[in-house]
């Protein structure tokens, strides 16, 4: 692996909080490693800042190991950037080439409103899991984990929507800011396993109209989501929850 | 003195005894009583659901902007279980056995036999959860090894377990704030522990976003706010993972156990320079099929391809024939620095060993070929089927290596190399997970007890399940069940006015530094001091400077700290300047916790104390004791000491010959 150093031109979104409009500053960052995650090179950003007496720009992350879903830019007109299948944290310098400007902004969607600079609330994702996002179980209540056998392709399948990180990618790339991406993912990963069929039908119902209720948009099949999902969730899944609502909504006495 | 409350009678008797005879709290006051959980990975939701679910008020706080963040999200591998699903011999007796004998005889046996007795359970409760583990074809649940074990028990989601175990105990702590039984506090941080008449009665929390400081109280308050490695600077910890919450309840009180045993994990990416935040980690489940070598010549330039195996050294298979690549974190850790030590390392650092997987390759090649009927099937037909089997096991870390190295581990071999992972040190706790200040509480890897000197791999997921979800559950009715005449004291209360005063002293302190230099360089020198001489290998000389160094950095840093913004608003470089100072603290209790440790144990590797051979040399006549340290004033601690006794695992020279 051939490695270089770049200089850049940064465009980053900066809004002191929710109130406030917001607008683009303009940085330039030089020496930057191609060996350096996304993420390091905002650390150097924010360290010149930090020295020149300016406030550094606040931007979500934490393990930086691409899976607990805190980072969240929109990287030239694309939520985590250019490469596939990757969040912000793991996108990694060698995506870009000396003398490239880079447009960094928040996650935009009136249910993820901006708390600062590039952070957002995201609260509405966990609301919409208290909706029904879960299998009512209580601890003790187990039976051994061997009584029932789940077919191997159905357990994969289950295991690929709840593979979902929560990042709000999907959300933040529809150009309705829907959520039906994430929520089918949940419904997918429950309704696919014997232990989540009890609750099957409230739950979908449950979530689609909490959804609805945080403000998320309508979905209307055009793939964006997926296309930038990180953890590469699949559309099916949202097929899946139309045809799990659909026959809810026939079932159900609500 | 130190109790440990240890029930009398059988080991395997202990826990079922204190279960039946352990105080009960009615439901109707169970409405009655409130509790905190600091933290919501493993140990904390599980803990808070749990709770929940039994009808006390529980309130909840984490600094992330989702319960569903925490770092518990990021482990890979696996979690242990006895459940013998293979039929290879595993009991309960054997995985407390093997813990014990990992961690290298330095926990208790009460604590240790509980955890295997509950892991089965835990299992049980995930797959009713809808925790989607690794299946067989025929429906049942997959199982695989790890480091130090010689049967398969460890049950996985691919390379996502602790993801997939967070989401199933998330989801059922949202289940609980959606009922009301418990209230959460998203970006919220603790910042002290609230003290009346002895016992812990309450928080200071700040809220991250507006930085109004809040108070809150609680019949009992339970830390389970994660392990303390950043001390270090770079590890594999989340970049906000602190020591904060247990060191704020040390400074009013709680002793600090053992908080030199620290884990460094020996397969994770290797540093590329000084930009490096954070290290990322590759599975131990990779040493299940990836052969460890470096090559047999010094300073051997050509491309790992290149080198025959005959110029291979595959050293862990040459020095430890019975596990192999399979020995325990610390054994393997310490090989890899010995050869990079005497300049066998590869890569442009050499610093460096390869994890390779083409003999795992062909031979998966061969059995595919076999299955599918492929006769006198060639070379790359073989290699092609073999890589399919890889990416099926370990795809995703496969895909995450190449993210970060930008090379194609399915072609050349990984690079890695030891990083900080894991601290097995924490708050003292008593077999009921209490603290020695009454109230308290402290979960998962927080405390100090399962682990001894050494965790193996896939055992930190089991310990901060069994702790939230079989536990505390009933250890701390036996402690509320005398506090139902407690009622709710109001936050005027003069010890939550002192507490916030000085909480919003402190900060206040540090803002007004207003010196030149930012929180994150001095973080990567007080990191920069712990690696090298606290890391790996220690010895005293090493230790004693440490800690001078140690003392005029904090000294610097009070000084010349400069902290941007305000203090009501959203300041990341605020919440990390209080996480980093109390590291600054914590940084010369781990040196000092070293230099008092004459002996080699665990992740605790003193230079002076090893075999002939370099291996690790206990010391049980004078060692084989929990050091509890209580702070007694500023770089001030008196140890107090916790003797532990084995009835049935007698200590013995670990050998994984």
Known sequence: MEHYKMNLTLKVWRQKNHQDKGQFVTYQVAGISSEMSFLEMFDVLNENLIEEGKEPIAFDHDCREGICGTCSMYINGRPHGPWQGTTTCQLHMRAFKDGDTIVVEPWRANAFPVVKDLIVDRSAFDRIIQAGGFISVNTGNAVDGNTLPIEKSRADESFAAAACIGCGACVAACKNSSAMLFVSAKVSHLALLPQGEPEKHSRVLNMITHMDKEGFGACSNTGACEAVCPKEISLDNIARLNMEYLGSSLTMDK | MLNS??????????????????????????????????????????????????????????????????????????????????????????????????????????????LAEVSGNIIDQCVAQGVPFAREYGGLLSNRSFGGTLVQRTFYAAGQTGQQLLIGAYQALERQVALGNVKMYNRHEMLDVVMIDGKARGIIVRDLITGKLERHFAHAVLLCSGGYGNVFYLSTNAMGSNVTAAWKAHKKGAYFANPCYTQIHPTCIPVTGDHQSKLTLMSESLRNDGRIWVPLKKGDDRKPTQIPENERDYYLERRYPAYGNLVPRDVASRAAKERCDEGYGVGSSRQAVYLDFATAIHRYGLMEAGKQGIENADADTIIKLGREVVKEKYGNLFDMYEKITGENPYLVPMRIYPAVHYTMGGLWVDYELMTNIPGLYCLGEANFSDHGANRLGASALMQGLADGYFVIPYTIGNYLANEIRTENIPTDHPAFVEAEKAVSDRISRLMNIKGNQSVESFHKRLGKIMWNKCGMARNADGLKEAIGEIRTLREEFWRDLKIPGDINDLNPELDKAGRVADFMELAELICIDALDRNESCGGHFREEYQTPEGEALRRDDQYQYVAAWELQGENKWELHKEELEFEVAKPSQRSYK
């Open chain 2, 5 to 114: 409350k240890i029930p009398a009678g059988p080991l395997e008797d202990k826990w079922m005894n204190y279960k039946s005879t352990c105080k009960l709290v009615n439901p109707a006051n169970k409405r009655k009583l409130e509790i905190i959980v600091v933290g919501t990975g493993l140990a904390g939701a599980s803990a808070a659901a749990s709770l929940g679910e039994l009808g006390y008020k529980v309130k909840c706080y984490c600094f992330q902007d989702s319960p569903r963040r925490a770092h518990s999200i990021a482990a890979q591998g696996g979690i242990n279980a006895s459940k013998n699903y293979q039929n290879d011999g595993d009991s309960v007796f054997r995985l407390f056995y093997d813990t014990i004998k990992g961690g290298d005889y330095r926990s208790r046996e009460g604590n240790v036999h509980r």
